[in-house]
């Protein structure tokens, strides 16, 4: 989302403040060549409410509280998406063994399982609680939405999540084009796509909510 300048905001103002209609301003704003984004950013930041003068929104305000609940927010979100992910892995290799694979590799595996499982049992619950408490403060606070930590966590996540699906797809294509896509492998493949695939469809439909909130 465009940010708008201090100039923007202040022709914005003045506009208002002089009776012109928003979609007045918004067409003023597009003939000078500002995007239809930039206009509304900066027209929101004001209240459409009857008074002498704009009445601005009130803006977000970073703590270091919503900064330390954002952060472990994701934190427990990326621990969780990747001990489950270990741990279907595990399951897939107990299910489908490979006979290639020496013995040690089976102990390995079950001491990886107990780190999944206990990981999980601890970041799932704190994850899900946090997610909704959060949620219940922006329903109260809907200005929270717009907080810096959470748009650019959410925006990092969303680059993790794409950048994993695309790397899961280039795997995928690779062995397939060697002749090496066994129905273990394309079970593994096919759970990094639905956890990856998952985190990016539900934070792409969070920012869609939130612009439209805005």
């Known amino acids: 989302m465009g940010q708008p300048t201090q100039e923007l905001e202040r022709f914005v103002r003045d506009a208002l403040a002089a009776g012109a209609t928003r979609a007045q301003v918004e ?8 995007s239809p984004e930039q206009a509304r950013v900066a027209l ?7 008074f002498p003068v704009p009445v601005p929104r009130p803006r977000p305000q970073l703590s270091a509280r919503e900064a330390f609940e954002y952060l472990l927010l994701f934190a427990t979100l990326y621990l969780t998406a990747w001990h489950l992910g270990s741990l279907l892995f595990d399951l897939v290799n107990h299910a489908l063994p490979d006979a290639a694979d020496p013995a040690y590799r089976l102990q390995a595996s079950g001491q990886s399982m107990r780190w999944s499982v206990a990981t999980l049992l601890v970041a799932f619950p704190l994850f899900a ?3 909704r408490h959060i949620g219940r403060d922006v329903a109260r606070h809907p200005v929270k ?7 650019w966590l959410t925006y990092l996540t969303l680059f993790v999540a794409a950048g ?5 797809v280039i795997v995928l294509v690779y062995n397939v084009l060697g002749g090496e896509a066994s129905l273990r492998f394309v079970l593994k493949v096919a759970v990094v796509a639905v956890i990856a695939g998952t985190v990016f469809g539900y934070y792409l439909s969070d920012l869609r909510r939130e612009e439209v909130a805005s």
């Open 27 to 34: 067409a003023a704003l597009a003939s000078a060549g500002w």
């Open 129 to 131: 609680w946090l997610a």
């Open 44 to 50: 929101s930041g004001y209240a459409e409410i009857e």
């Open 145 to 151: 939405r717009l907080s810096p930590v959470r748009r």
């Open 164 to 168: 994993v699906l695309v790397g899961d």
